[in-house]
Antibody, heavy 122, light 108 residues
Framework: EGQLVESGGGLVEPGGSLRLSCAAS????????MNWVRQAPGKGLEWVSY????????FYADSVKGRFTISRDNAKNSLFLQMDSLRAEDTALYFC???????????????WGQGTLVTVSS | EIVLTQSPGTLSLSPGERAALSCRAS???????LAWYQQKPGQAPSLLIY???SRATGIPDRFSGSGSGTDFTLTISRLEPEDFAVYYC?????????FGQGTKLEMK
């Protein structure tokens, strides 16, 4: 089943940047497509981004397109989310998730990390 | 984007009762690629049902999923104390991935 551990969250001012990481273990990371999903405080789930197993294909939610960049380092079993031009509405708990049965960037989200909290505020 | 609407927003039941949670899509979900997740306070979501009706590994058979097209249901046949949580549906068949707003299942 494996484990996913997110890190890199914190408090950042509007317009600032943050880079989230997700360390994977216990499964063959390079074989899996990965996703970021977020959850604003007290709210529901919102898919953010997808990356293919090799990193060559990415998709983004309209709400973050042009501001966020997903990437991965299969040699280090790590997933990343570079977040630029952050806004107050980006405040959320960010989860990384292992995808399954994926098609054109849409995945069943099989396993999840515990999340890392991003707060955008002045 | 397919909009998923879950109902009711909150469901108050007692252990041992049967729960039926609804998820309605604004347009047909391709290949019935609809999943259900359970989220307990302070925890990440966990996968319960995929492909509308297939249970994920280790999920008890009191959980069942049904439906097709635009109307889907998660049924919990006999509620256990650990089942009280928030449940989300997700479609992964069309457009971009989308989630319902959630149904909170609370103990009466």
């Amino acid at each position: 089943e494996g484990q996913l551990v997110e890190s890199g969250g914190g408090l950042v001012e509007p317009g600032g940047s943050l880079r989230l990481s997700c360390a994977a273990s216990g499964f063959t990371f390079s074989s899996y497509r990965m996703n970021w999903v977020r959850q604003a405080p007290g709210k529901g789930l919102e898919w953010v981004s997808y990356i293919s197993s090799g990193g060559g294909s990415t998709f983004y939610a309209d709400s973050v397109k042009g501001r966020f960049t997903i990437s991965r380092d299969n040699a280090k079993n790590s997933l990343f989310l570079q977040m630029d031009s952050l806004r107050a509405e980006d405040t959320a708990l960010y989860f990384c998730s292992k995808g399954r049965d994926c098609n054109a960037g849409r995945c069943l989200l099989e396993d999840w990390g515990q999340g890392t909290l991003v707060t955008v505020s002045s | 984007e397919i909009v998923l609407t879950q109902s009711p927003g909150t469901l108050s039941l007692s252990p041992g009762e049967r729960a039926a949670l609804s998820c309605r899509a604004s347009q047909s979900v391709s290949n019935n690629l609809l999943a259900w997740y359970q989220q307990k306070p302070g925890q990440a979501p966990s996968l319960l049902i995929y492909g509308a009706s297939s249970r994920a590994t280790g999920i008890p058979d009191r959980f069942s999923g049904s439906g097709s097209g635009t109307d889907f249901t998660l049924t919990i046949s006999r509620l256990e104390p650990e089942d009280f949580a928030v449940y989300y549906c997700q479609q992964y068949g069309s457009s971009t991935v989308s989630f319902g707003q959630g149904t909170k299942l609370e103990m009466k």
